[in-house]
């Protein structure tokens, strides 16, 4: 898929119905680097359908930390 990707995993269900999940992870347990929501602002072009957001556990914490969002 190369630079111009819009998804990282794709889920297939039943009925050939499928959802993109784009996975982003922080570095430094602030930010979140991505250049992609301001490229969704249209509702007409392809996003993904969940967000899932990645704290290392290594970032000074014991845990990794997720966070699973709708796209909306």
């Known amino acids: ?4 990707k819009t998804t ?11 959802i ?4 982003k992870t922080s570095k430094n347990q602030k930010n979140f680097v991505t250049g992609y929501f ?3 602002t249209d509702p007409n072009t392809i996003h993904p359908d969940i967000w899932v957001f990645y704290l290392p556990g290594y970032v000074n914490q ?5 966070y699973v969002l709708t796209h909306q």
């Open 62 to 66: 014991k845990e990794d930390v997720f």
């Open 20 to 23: 993109r999940i784009e996975v």
């Open 1 to 4: 898929m190369g630079n111009s």
């Open 8 to 18: 990282d995993i794709v889920v297939f269900g039943e009925k050939n119905k499928y």
């Open 38 to 40: 301001p490229k969704y």
